[in-house]
């Protein structure tokens, strides 16, 4: 079954412009995951955020965690056309594995 | 650093005949994942396992999924019979623990026909 789930589904936005999107999730988790897929690709990491902590950064990338909404939201500032990928919350819940959400596809406009 | 190999890139089979994927994860990760990926979809979590003990294996179908991990290193999934919605990408992934970053290898795109 699938615990997290992204919003919105698909994203188009202008090259240099913000995007946002956001993971809701059920139950309590030990911490919340983002990772971006390219098409035909593997799966990358990108943020690990801790039930613990509020807000992440790495290079462009912003994660929040909002524990009380059981809400996420990924920021990716000055959007680039390598940006264009599918991307993923998952959730770890106690000692089971990593559940993946639908994705948010996103398409950045040159 | 070596990444998480996954063999074979591709593979083409017909309805109920069986085949089987394979997966060397990244040296010292005691986690290893299973997952499927039906395109357009999520990764869905076939199994879970700690060093070779299963974890999680809820959503393995298991009338025809089986999967090992010997040794607690490199891990097997097999379907048999394969079935027309088993078309999908065989996603293996490993960790440190549990609760750390998970590092995927590049999947077999399994077609069958």
């Known amino acids: 079954s699938q615990q997290g789930e992204e919003d919105p589904q698909a994203l188009s936005i202008q090259e240099g412009e913000n995007a946002t999107m956001n993971c809701s999730y059920k139950?309590?988790?030990?911490?919340l995951q983002w990772y971006r897929q390219n098409s035909g690709r593997g799966l990358v990491h990108l943020i690990l955020?801790?039930?613990?902590?509020r807000e992440k950064h790495s290079g462009r990338l912003r994660v929040t965690l909002d524990t009380s909404k059981k809400s996420s939201s990924l920021l990716i500032t000055a959007s680039r056309a390598a940006d264009t990928a599918s991307y993923f919350c998952?959730?770890?819940?106690?000692?089971?594995?990593?559940?993946f959400g639908k994705g948010t596809h996103l398409i950045i406009q040159p | 650093e070596a990444g998480v190999a996954q063999s074979p890139r591709y593979k083409i089979i017909e309805k109920r005949q069986s085949v089987a994927f394979w997966c060397n994860p990244i040296?010292?990760?005691?986690?290893l994942y299973w997952y499927q990926q039906i395109l357009g979809q999520g990764p869905k979590l076939l199994i879970q396992f700690q060093n070779n003990g299963v974890v999680d294996d809820s959503q393995l179908p298991k009338d025809r999924f089986s999967a090992e991990r010997l040794k607690g290193v490199d891990s097997t999934l097999k379907i048999q019979p394969a079935k027309l919605e088993d078309s999908a990408v065989y996603l293996c992934?490993?960790?440190?623990?549990?609760?750390?970053?998970?590092?995927f290898g590049q999947g077999t795109r399994l077609t069958v026909v």
């Open positions: 992934a490993s960790s440190f623990s549990e609760n750390t970053e998970a590092f």
């Open positions: 139950t309590s988790i030990n911490n």
């Open positions: 955020i801790r039930s613990n902590e």
């Open positions: 998952a959730t770890v819940i106690g000692a089971d594995g990593l559940t």
């Open positions: 040296s010292g990760h005691a986690t």
